[in-house]
């Protein structure tokens, strides 16, 4: 027979399991994180340039706005989404997203921006580029419409509005998941399977923003309510 836990070890374990989410939020933009790093660093010894490479060359602005505001965005935003340690440092949530929001919406215009004026080489074709078109506006109009309900005191509405908004931007997280397979196990992707993997992605991460929203609405602490541990009276 197995005593209770007592409630300073339920305490930890809870305070760990809300540790899960930036940590997997985290783990998610390590991939992107890595493109980007090896980009700027590119772009700042300016590396040889290639078709593969030329357009950031030729317009550096956009993509090094772009990426600086994404890992800003994916890194720093991972720590909102983590519920004890938003309630017990509600100042830090407020201050850190004084600093998300513009680089939530500089992540959505760079990446609406670049759509529109970079020549993609294959396998990037048009299916992605409307993709992109349709993602873009809309994690900046899920940003708005988060600053606009915490603006009118719902804050459930804001933190749906958030939620939304960051599954969209860590679209690139999961894409480096749904394409890795596919290349390891069959090779390069073109431009049909490409438009498929990515926007499977950006589909996978939205039905995830909507369970979540749904299934631990405001007040849950995002972490699976516990049954209240029984008193420590020795009896099981
Ligand atoms: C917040 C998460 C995001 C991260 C971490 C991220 C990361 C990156 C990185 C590292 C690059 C440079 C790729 C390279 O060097 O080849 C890039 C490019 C780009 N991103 Fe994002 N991105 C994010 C969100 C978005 C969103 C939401 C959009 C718009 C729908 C977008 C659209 C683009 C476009 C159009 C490019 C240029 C791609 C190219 O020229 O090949 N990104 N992103």
């Not at 409630?7 to 994180?33: C, E, N, Q």
């Not at 090094?64 to 994916?74: D, G, K, N, Q, S």
């Not at 499977?200 to 939205?206: C, G, L, Q, S, T």
Request: aromatic share 8%; net charge positive; glycine share 8%.
């Amino acid at each position: 027979m197995s005593a209770a836990p007592a409630a300073g070890s339920i305490d930890h374990m809870k305070s760990r399991r809300s540790w899960l989410i930036p940590t997997g939020l985290i783990a998610l933009t390590v991939i992107p994180s890595l493109g980007g790093a090896a980009r700027l660093s590119d772009l700042a010894s300016n590396g040889p340039v290639t078709a593969g490479n030329a357009r950031f060359h030729a317009m550096p602005l956009p993509v090094v706005l772009h990426i600086v505001a994404a890992l800003l965005y994916c890194f720093a935003g991972a720590f909102q989404f983590a519920p004890r340690f938003r309630r017990r440092h509600p100042r830090w949530h407020r201050t850190a997203g004084w600093v998300l929001v513009p680089a939530g919406l500089t992540v959505a215009v760079t990446g609406a921006w670049m759509t529109l004026t970079y020549a993609f080489p294959p396998p990037d074709g048009l299916a992605v580029k409307v993709e992109r078109l349709i993602v873009a506006p809309a994690m900046f109009a899920a940003i708005v419409l988060a600053i606009v309900a915490v603006r009118g005191r719902n804050i459930a509405a804001h933190r749906a509005w958030m939620i939304r908004a960051y599954a969209l931007g860590q679209g690139a997280g999961t894409q480096a998941l749904t394409q890795l397979p596919w290349i390891l196990l069959v090779g390069p992707t073109g431009t049909i399977s490409r438009a498929i993997l990515m926007g499977a992605a950006w589909v996978i991460n939205v039905i995830v923003a909507e369970w979540i929203i749904r299934r631990y609405p405001m007040g849950t602490g995002a972490v699976r309510k516990r049954r209240p541990a029984p008193a420590l009276t020795g009896v099981a």
